[in-house]
């Protein structure tokens, strides 16, 4: 089992900043990919960015130069550095944890989500 608990969010004005973090615990040792989604109201939830233990960094394209990705893996976190903030950001932010065993499955675990507003 593995928790995620996500911080950071709130309200921001356009062109602002934000930085989130996700902290992740429990069986840990089983994260490969970490990465962070979010779904605004009335729409699907999407990929914001992913994070593989070891390889390239993936952004959607509609925050690819403006959201950075990163990992510390001595304290299971994963962050979301948020720059040029834009109304059509607003969402809620989920932390999503992919555990791999090896030649048996794979399972994904979510954070309760955090909230991101973006005033115009």
């Known amino acids: 089992q593995v928790q995620l608990v996500e911080s950071g969010g709130g309200l921001v004005q356009t062109g602002g900043s934000l930085r989130l973090s996700c902290a992740a615990s429990?069986?840990?040792?089983?994260?490969?990919?970490m990465g962070w989604y979010r779904q605004a109201p009335g729409k699907e939830r999407e990929l914001v960015a992913t994070?593989?233990?070891?390889?390239?960094?993936y952004y959607a394209d509609s925050v690819t130069g403006r959201f950075t990705i990163s990992r510390d893996n001595a304290k299971n976190t994963v962050y979301l550095q948020m720059n040029s903030l834009k109304p059509e950001d607003t969402a809620v932010y989920y932390c999503?944890?992919?555990?791999?065993?090896?030649?048996?499955?794979?399972?994904?675990?979510w954070g309760q989500g955090t909230q991101v507003t973006v005033s115009s």
């Open positions: 999503n944890a992919e555990c791999t065993i090896p030649d048996l499955y794979e399972r994904d675990y």
């Open positions: 429990g069986d840990t040792i089983c994260i490969s990919a």
């Open positions: 994070i593989p233990s070891g390889g390239s960094t």
